[in-house]
């Protein structure tokens, strides 16, 4: 599971609050990627407006903000 995240971000900050809590629950692995300084400059140009971004198995969960139940269920 990745967050694509930007630096200086509250609501990137706030979203990686909801993932840490729900994947040490659920004891998932999770990373994040700042869009800006990614190896792969497609991440800026497909989901730089959208920042915070939830990726789960490369797929979009949510963006700006993450319900726990939803990302529950999408790592069940």
Known sequence: MTVLVRA????CDRMALVVR???EEVGEEWATVDVD?????ELRGEYGDR???VLVDGEELASW???PD???RALA
């Open 21 to 23: 809590a729900v994947c």
């Open 70 to 72: 939803a990302l529950r």
């Open 37 to 41: 300084g990614a190896a792969d400059p």
């Open 8 to 11: 200086d971000c509250r609501t």
């Open 51 to 53: 920042i915070p971004v």
């Open 65 to 67: 903000r993450v319900e």
